[in-house]
């Protein structure tokens, strides 16, 4: 299996000026980061952010250091707005919410940044959920991350709505956190999510939506669009499956129509391109990959006819 790292040394040398793929050099001359606004509240966040999900408790040091270099590059783009950094309380043993909170408060850019992160506690013998326990993850949430208050925080995978949800709401009403929401990346529970997006009072969800995973357009988006929740979109990239299946194609001329330079901005387009996603937050531990990724909010979107030539294309590729 290609990965995305490998993909890069293959099909473009580094330059020697700045260490960067040509193509992203080209990627930051398109403007800022584009944003979009939060459909509760007309807020605008950018269409870019980073999902913290590779920051552990057990990173060696020199994965630390580019951890912390990947969140200065999301930190320093995207000019006017709030930085969207999606962890959960038990990514990387809690580390992501920690170093993040600590390298965000030591290198000043803590008020730059949109913090959102997630809330599950299992329930005891496969019962209900105990509102301590879930209160007491949101405050180590708090002391981790540094921040007297939460832009998101969204239960997650599912667990026990009525129980956690409920709980956010308080934190919420209080103004400790802003926003609140749910999220899946599986298709299996896109039926119950649907049922809490029409019975809770939710600003967000989280999601798994790739140009080779299309299922949450059937029935998830309208509704989000009609019930005026904010999407954000995880696994953009498919998981790893699109690099594979990408291998050693060049980026299509017709591309550079929506200024999209590299396979990840073209993905990343296709995704942000859709009206009811508002912000894309792929996954990285490459501040190389983070330029790369930033550069999919950048510039002109696909319009309607590089939407269905983007489909047709990646349909077309072995795999699918």
């Given amino acids: 299996m290609i990965t995305r790292r490998e993909w890069l040394r293959i099909t473009g040398a580094a330059s020697a000026a700045l260490g960067l793929n040509p193509s992203l050099l080209a990627s930051l001359q398109s403007g800022a980061v584009?944003?979009?606004?939060?459909?509760?509240?007309?807020?605008?966040?950018?269409?870019?952010?980073?999902?913290?999900?590779?920051?552990?408790?057990?990173?060696?040091?020199?994965?630390?250091?580019?951890?912390?270099a990947v969140l200065h590059e999301l930190a320093r783009n995207a000019?006017?707005?709030g930085r969207v950094?999606?962890?959960?309380?038990?990514?990387?043993?809690?580390?992501?919410e920690e170093y993040a909170g600590q390298w965000a408060a030591e290198d000043?850019?803590?008020?730059?940044?949109?913090?959102?992160?997630?809330?599950?506690?299992?329930?005891?013998?496969?019962g209900s959920v105990d509102e301590a326990d879930v209160r007491a993850q949101i405050e180590r949430s708090f002391e981790r991350m540094r921040v007297p208050v939460?832009?998101?925080?969204?239960?997650?995978?599912?667990?026990?709505?009525?129980?956690?949800?409920?709980?956010?709401?308080?934190?919420?009403?209080?103004?400790?956190?802003?926003?609140?929401?749910?999220t899946t990346t599986s298709s299996g529970q896109y039926d119950h999510l649907a049922r809490v997006m029409r019975d809770y009072p939710i600003d967000f969800i989280g999601i798994d939506y790739a140009i080779d995973n299309r299922e949450a357009e059937e029935v998830i988006f309208p509704l989000a669009q009609d019930r005026g929740i904010g999407v954000l979109v995880y696994l953009p990239f498919g998981r790893s499956r699109m690099w594979e299946r990408i291998g050693d194609r060049d980026l299509p001329e017709w591309a550079h129509e929506f200024d999209a330079h590299t396979w990840a901005q073209f993905m990343l387009k296709f995704v942000v391109a859709h009206p009811a996603v508002t912000v894309a937050a792929p996954g990285t531990g490459d501040p190389e990959h983070m330029i790369d990724n930033l550069g999919g909010g950048r510039g002109r979107l696909p319009t309607a006819d590089h939407l269905r030539r983007m489909t047709q294309l990646v349909e077309s590729l072995p795999g699918g």
């Fill in 34 to 68: 584009r944003t979009k606004p939060i459909p509760s509240s007309g807020e605008q966040v950018p269409v870019i952010g980073l999902g913290g999900r590779w920051i552990s408790a057990n990173s060696s040091a020199e994965e630390l250091a580019d951890h912390r």
């Fill in 79 to 81: 000019e006017g707005a």
């Fill in 150 to 182: 939460i832009d998101l925080n969204q239960v997650h995978n599912m667990g026990d709505p009525p129980t956690q949800l409920g709980v956010l709401q308080e934190y919420k009403e209080s103004g400790r956190i802003r926003y609140i929401g749910i």
């Fill in 85 to 96: 950094f999606d962890s959960a309380a038990g990514y990387g043993g809690g580390g992501s």
């Fill in 108 to 126: 000043g850019f803590g008020g730059d940044i949109f913090w959102a992160t997630k809330v599950n506690v299992a329930g005891r013998g496969g």
